[in-house]
């Protein structure tokens, strides 16, 4: 059973007519766990949702994706809401109201003392680790239960999955937030990071670079969304080496990327649940063919939702009866652990966004799947996307 934690919120988009808005649910870990129910694999949400009625939307969508909400605690405080205006050719425009919400009011206090004895993974990030006092609360929780050790858990402490999901206009203090973050990545399991990720957090490091630096602080995992270009991987042995795993999308219409990272980070997730992989001892001996099928299968499911209107996740029946023919795994076996440190005297080449065809868009650039304002305050401003 997977847990998600972070934020749930209310986007807020204009209608087609230009008159009024329509509430539709949404938020990054939100998503994902939609997108992991759909998948047929257990998953519960940790959170604090309001009592009011857009409370009760998120709830429901909960439900209907089969996601448990007994993790979850009501509040009598308002839901997030976050205005958004979509133009032809433009990026997304936001106007965000979070100042005592409820999602980002999740305290330690709120924190149940043990979680259920079937966990087998935590999925953490996105804004809500840029808000206070839910990050230092998602924090305590992974930083307790990844270190855990209990006969009734797999290996004692379940996976613990990162998504950054970095949105810059949330983050005031960018040398403050990178310091958390590599804390954050030393305590995961895998790390789930965007090219648009890497861009902000190491822009003067290629992809390989970027992920080296990362499964060099701690996680057994290390992986790179690449838009149109698909996936890598980098999967840290007991031994020390180091395998890398690249898997290509599926070219189908682009309709919107909404929900496409979410999609992903929890379809990936699925599967090692579904192979029964879902443990720190399976994941470090996952063979290059079985991190190669993980992959793929997360960016067929990545790509369905790209073809389809809103964050709307596939069903596990659709992501496999989506085929590649004729492709194979892009491997290529690293024989040492990988080091930070330079080895020659050529320099990383600065990061370039990766080039696809006429009017492609990028399948893991997720415009819209988790909007907030910055930390607990109401922005009343228009703020443009980056």
Not at 37 to 65: C, H
Not at 138 to 143: D, F, G, H, M, N
Not at 321 to 340: D, R
Request: aromatic share 6%; charged share 25%.
């Amino acid at each position: 059973m997977i847990i998600c934690c972070g934020e749930a919120l209310i986007d807020m988009v204009r209608s087609p007519e230009g008159e009024g808005f329509l509430p539709l649910p949404g938020g990054s870990p939100y998503n994902t766990a939609a997108a992991i129910g759909r998948l047929g694999v257990p998953v519960r949400f940790l959170g604090r949702f309001s009592t009011d009625f857009f409370g009760e939307i998120l709830i429901k969508r909960l439900k209907e994706n089969r996601v448990g909400n007994d993790l979850i605690i009501r509040s009598g405080q308002n839901s997030t809401l976050a205005f958004v205006k979509l133009a032809k050719g433009k990026e997304p425009q936001y106007v965000f109201y979070t100042n005592g919400t409820a999602d980002c009011s999740l305290s330690v206090e709120d924190l149940p003392p043990k979680l259920p004895a079937d966990t087998r993974c935590i999925l953490f990030g996105s804004i809500a680790m840029t808000m206070e006092p839910i990050a230092s609360a998602i924090e305590a929780l992974i930083l307790r239960e990844g270190t855990r050790k209990s006969t009734d858990q797999i290996d004692g402490a379940p996976v613990i999955s990162f998504d950054p999901n970095i949105r810059p206009f949330m983050i005031k203090d960018r040398s403050t937030y990178i310091e958390r973050f590599e804390k954050w990545i030393a305590a995961s399991t895998i790390a789930k990071i965007s090219f648009e990720d890497f861009a902000y957090i190491y822009p003067k490091l290629e992809v390989d670079r970027a992920l080296q630096k990362i499964i060099a602080m701690g996680p057994r995992l290390a992986i790179c969304t690449l838009g149109t270009k698909g996936a890598l991987a980098l999967l840290r042995r007991n031994d020390g080496s180091v395998i890398r795993v690249s898997a290509p999308v599926v070219d189908l219409p682009v309709v919107d990327t909404i929900g496409a990272g979410d999609t992903f980070h929890g379809a990936f997730l699925s599967w090692l649940e579904i192979k029964k992989k879902m443990s720190r001892s399976a994941l470090v001996n996952l063979s290059e063919t079985e991190l190669y099928d993980a992959l793929f299968f997360a960016n067929k499911a990545a790509s369905i939702v790209c073809s389809r209107r809103g964050a709307a996740p596939p069903t596990r029946k659709e992501v496999e009866s989506l085929k590649l023919p004729g492709q194979k795994a892009m491997t290529k076996p690293a024989a040492k652990a990988v080091s930070t440190k330079k080895t020659s005297k050529t320099r990383a080449a600065p990061m370039k966004a990766p080039k696809s065809k006429a009017g492609a868009v990028n399948p893991h650039r997720d415009p819209a799947g988790s909007r907030l304002s910055s930390a607990g305050k109401a922005d009343k401003k228009n703020v443009k996307k980056k």
